[in-house]
């Protein structure tokens, strides 16, 4: 059975999903755009992205994570910013 949400390989250090404790190893099993909106599944990775791409810098999302420890589901107020363009030497491809 796949595990529903997409899993967190990299947090940048004083991003907003690093302020808002999101950690390496978390599923984000959705995103919720406004407080009078149902929230938005994140199914993959590209279904997040889309969502995601909808909102300008500096948006507030809630997003809801499911914890690598101890499995437990949590609702994570979260600043967006914009994305460095390095990519982390962690998540680089081989050579």
Do not use: C, M, W
């Amino acid at each position: 059975e796949k595990t529903p949400g997409v899993g967190v390989r990299y947090v940048y250090p004083k991003s907003g999903a690093d302020a808002a404790g999101i950690k390496e190893g978390d599923r984000i099993l959705h995103v919720q755009l406004n407080p009078k909106a149902p929230p938005a599944p994140a199914g993959n990775r590209a279904a997040l992205a889309t969502v995601l791409a909808q909102l300008p810098p500096d948006a507030e999302v809630t997003v809801g994570v499911k914890r690598k420890e101890g499995d437990k589901l949590e609702s994570l107020k979260v600043k967006l910013g914009t994305v460095p363009d390095f990519v982390p030497p962690k998540l680089a491809a081989p050579k």
